[in-house]
């Protein structure tokens, strides 16, 4: 495909820019292309190739999240019960998301669903009789639910062996141990659909720049104007755009600062790194075939679930065991540890101090998990695989996580664990903050972008939005029938058993 570079010594102009080439640009932009085929668009990304930080299979930017298997979605009230509604609404997404892929694969948008979803069973195990209690609870809780009705749940060693032997073999059976299982779970490599997007964007009319640096971000009458860098040839151009998306990462709170929008006031952003161990030995591979979550531990982030994860990346089948966090004050691998100082602002400056004061055993954690030696990160592998052999796994980087620190009336800021979406008065421009289940949930959450950002067309648009996801404005745990009906149809669709 032919890349076009706009000149350098003239303003491009365009209906919608792109800043950022991941999964939420490459939906947001195949989405606006489908409904308005004859907004021009443009897409500026720093790298140079699309779905190459949050969006890449390795950086762990979400995997078919979709609550099946991820305890912190519906943790134990205070009385002991649980409640499965901030779960059965991750489903909802998920379910959108995936009548999304169904039709990209219909309509050429992508290539073959093998390249980049496979069927997998997400499990949940737990250790001590506590966390089965806990367990037990939400698996009666959830199974209750239509989108988790096929939900299975054991305390019995010789059948959790069945449904993931590494996990069991080797385990003292005098040990208290619980599982939930959802078999039709999957495993999506997001920075292949994300490739796969933007090369149809480029196909489709869209205007693809690839080593490009978007350094400057101003109003322009209604508009805005971008100041970009081409990082081959070190030179700067102007772009005019009616709309823009950052779509950037951890790379969008700088940009939204640089906006200038009130809407950005107050936000601040958290860093957290983290590395993950990679099996890549076939004869090992080959004997796990799930995705395996656990609790947290005392302090942790709900991001650093550990989980032991079979993972489909390039037609090949490895393990993934992690996270184990650390800390790192750049934004995204590719940038300077001088991000998050220089995000600082006197708009944010107390609810950074304020979050920093509250979350002094975050802290602690961290340091703690930057200290850990690599024997440790073994032994903490082998509490899910018990005889793992760590000299056939490697340690890897995984992507950049920024954390959405805001204001807060009673506390001056609280540090928030998911994505928060961040649109002008004017809906002129918006981008996203913060991390999961981000890439599992882009298209639910790019309508709703485009619902806030585009109200005076969004109602012309829903005949269209319903020949892409068919469910459009229903929801599917209310409506058993329809939900079999979807699931069947992107089943068959995406080749999923």
């Not at 700067?236 to 969008?252: D, H, L, M, Q």
């Not at 008065?425 to 903050?433: A, E, F, P, Q």
């Not at 981000?438 to 005949?463: D, H």
């Amino acid at each position: 495909m032919e890349i076009l570079v706009p000149s350098e010594t003239s303003t491009k102009n365009f209906d919608v820019v792109l800043i950022g080439a991941g999964i939420m640009s490459a939906t947001l932009g195949t989405l606006i292309n489908q409904l308005e085929p004859n907004w021009s668009i443009g897409l500026f990304e720093n790298l140079d190739k699309a779905g190459e930080e949050s969006s890449s299979p390795w950086n762990n930017a979400g995997t078919g999240h979709a609550a099946l298997c991820e305890l912190n979605y519906a943790p134990a009230q205070a009385d002991g019960s649980v409640d499965p509604a901030k779960a059965v609404g991750i489903n909802e997404q998920y379910q959108i998301s995936r009548q999304f892929f169904s039709w990209a694969v219909q309509n050429q948008r992508v290539g073959s669903p093998e390249n980049f979803i496979h069927s997998l069973p997400h499990m949940s195990l737990v250790i001590g009789q506590d966390h089965a209690k806990y367990l037990k609870t939400r698996y009666e809780a959830m199974k209750a639910q239509a989108l988790f009705a096929d939900m299975e749940y054991t305390e019995d060693l010789s059948t959790i062996n069945e449904w993931a032997p590494l996990v069991a073999r080797g385990r003292d059976e005098s040990q208290q141990i619980a599982a939930s299982r959802v078999v039709g779970g999957t495993d999506v490599d997001f920075g292949r659909m994300t490739k796969d997007l933007t090369a149809s964007l480029g196909e489709n009319g869209a205007e693809i720049n690839y080593g490009h640096k978007v350094t400057g971000l101003s109003r322009d009458g209604a508009g805005w104007q971008l100041t970009v860098k081409n990082k081959a040839t070190g030179a700067s151009f102007k772009v005019n755009a009616k709309f823009v998306f950052v779509g950037a990462g951890g790379g969008a709170l700088p940009l939204l600062q640089k906006s200038g929008i009130d809407e950005i006031k107050g936000y601040g952003g958290f860093p957290v790194s983290g590395q993950f161990l990679r099996c890549t030995d076939q004869s090992i591979s080959d004997q796990h075939h799930a995705k395996v979550y656990g609790q947290a531990s005392v302090g942790a982030p709900p991001m650093s679930v550990p989980h032991l994860d079979t993972r489909f990346v390039d037609g090949k089948r490895s393990l993934m065991f992690g996270p184990y966090a650390g800390f790192s004050m750049n934004f995204l691998k590719s940038t300077s540890q001088l991000d998050l100082p220089l995000s600082v602002r006197p708009h944010n400056l107390l609810p950074l101090l304020a979050v920093g004061k509250d979350n002094m055993s975050l802290t602690a954690y961290l340091i703690k998990e930057v200290l850990k030696s690599r024997a440790k990160k073994d032994e903490a592998l082998a509490e899910y695989f018990p005889e793992a052999d760590g000299s056939k796994w490697e340690l890897i980087t995984a992507g950049q996580r920024v954390q959405v620190i805001k204001k807060d009336a009673k506390k001056g800021g609280v540090l928030q664990f998911g994505t928060e979406v961040i649109t002008s008065s004017d809906g002129s421009i918006s981008g996203l903050l913060g991390a999961s289940p981000g890439a599992s949930t882009a298209t639910p959450i790019m309508i709703g972008l485009l619902s806030r950002c585009f109200p005076k067309q969004f109602a012309g648009w829903e005949t269209k939005l319903k020949d892409i996801i068919p469910s459009y404005g229903q929801k599917l745990n209310e409506n058993p029938k329809l939900l079999a009906n979807v699931v069947a149809d992107t089943d068959k669709v995406l080749k999923l058993k």
